[in-house]
């Protein structure tokens, strides 16, 4: 069955420290894969997303993912959390054939000062 | 842009009874989405429209939940009865892709529902 595997559930830095969520797929084929971040109290909104080309790339507030296709992984980094990187952040993904989003069970982050 | 608009944000009701959602999305978006998102889960799709027909509705529980969009702008999506477990948020996400090219989808704050 399709799904999106989110490893770790919750996460707690000290500002400064480096994150990197990890984010596994298994799909056959080809997919398109985003990061959503949902701060407290608002709605969902786009970190980042890839469908093709520079398997790096880059979105706001200085995080990035990367695409290993070989390893169905599609992980969210940023080298300096702030404290107004906490919030919830979801991996999804969909194919070609469709566009609804499959989600991932979301990371809750939370950024001590 | 206004972004896409939901209405009510909260709702409690008790089981049996039934409830609605409305949802109005970004002005020129073909697509709408209807999720369920549960406490400590990630969304889960539970209709999808292209412009007013239905493209996947295979995970609404079609017993009891209803969706449709008339005129292929707004959606209301209704749960009659409710059940204890269908406590969760109602997001609605709308996208301004046509078929066979993927896009961003743009989400609405919510409608929390929660059935004593």
């Known amino acids: 069955a399709q799904s999106v595997s989110q490893h770790n559930h919750h996460v707690i830095l000290s500002e400064a420290a480096s994150l990197e969520l990890g984010c596994n797929y298994s799909?056959?084929?080809?997919?398109?894969l985003f990061w959503y971040v949902q701060y407290p109290g608002q709605h969902l909104q786009l970190l980042l997303k890839?469908?093709?080309?520079?398997?790096l790339v880059k979105g706001i507030k200085g995080f990035e993912a990367e695409f290993i296709k070989s390893k169905f992984s599609f992980n969210l980094r940023k080298p300096s959390v702030q404290w107004s990187d906490t919030a919830e952040y979801f991996c999804?993904?969909?194919?070609?054939?469709?566009?609804?989003?499959?989600f991932g069970k979301g990371t809750s982050l939370l950024v001590t000062p | 842009e206004a972004g896409v608009a939901q209405s009510p944000r909260y709702k409690i009701i008790e089981k049996r009874q039934s409830v609605a959602f409305w949802c109005n999305p970004i002005s020129g978006h073909a697509t709408l989405y209807w999720y369920q998102q549960i406490l400590g889960q990630g969304p889960k799709l539970l209709i999808q429209f292209q412009n007013n027909g239905v493209v996947d509705d295979s995970q609404l529980p079609k017993d009891r939940f209803s969706a449709e969009r008339l005129k292929g702008v707004d959606s209301t999506l209704k749960i009659q009865p409710a059940k204890l477990e269908d406590s969760a948020v109602y997001l609605c996400?709308?996208?301004?892709?046509?078929?066979?090219?993927?896009?961003?989808?743009?989400f609405g704050e919510g409608s929390r529902l929660t059935v004593l």
């Open positions: 999804a993904v969909n194919v070609d054939s469709g566009y609804a989003l499959n």
């Open positions: 799909y056959g084929g080809t997919v398109n």
């Open positions: 996400a709308s996208s301004l892709d046509s078929w066979g090219r993927p896009g961003e989808l743009f």
């Open positions: 890839y469908f093709s080309g520079d398997p």
